[in-house]
């Protein structure tokens, strides 16, 4: 198949490249630097755009069989627009060039937002500053995926648990629920995104992934 990866110069960005071009896939990675990326092979090609940009999205996508996008945003207190906006501009161009299939990273702790609100009070207790730096990039997340659910595309959503790096895919599980939100691999997670890409499950679903051990 023929990916267009967003995001594809992050840390996950470039294992979801790595890992697309070992399970046979082309790939076309999105970043604003294609000169500052690391990976060189036939498979591969690079392409600047900046996601905000919806004529430059538009481009991008077109003649593709599927998206996969990890594009993140570092902590502020300030109001975070780049995923929702980023989601807008792929969506309109996925819909207007009849690409279907999307699946979407979100960011780690999306689903502190979902606890009790006791639970809510001590986690701020314990992290305050962190969890206020972290609390607009899971807004604008959360917009994120509702514009995505939003529309009539074969997505999937992967919400990631706190991002820890390992050098090798574990036995990691997929669920639909996020239980007790358990680390997430940055390989895991990657391999998760390549996998989900040609298979038919989880269609409109929001999935969580819980590194699990090490595979011998």
Known sequence: MKLVVFGANSPTGRLVTVMAMAMGHTVTAITRRPADFPLYDHRVQTAAADPMDADAVDWVVRGHDA???????????????????????????MINHGVRRLLCAGSPGLDAADLSRAAQLRQRAIRPVVLACGRAVQQDVRRMESIIRETGLDWTLFRPGRLVCRSEVTDYRITTHPGRRPPTSRTDLAHALVQAVSHRDHLRETLHVATGRRVP
């Open 67 to 93: 998206v996969i996008s990890v594009i993140g945003a570092p902590p502020s207190t300030q109001r975070v627009t780049v995923c929702s906006q980023a989601a807008y501009n792929i969506v309109k161009a």
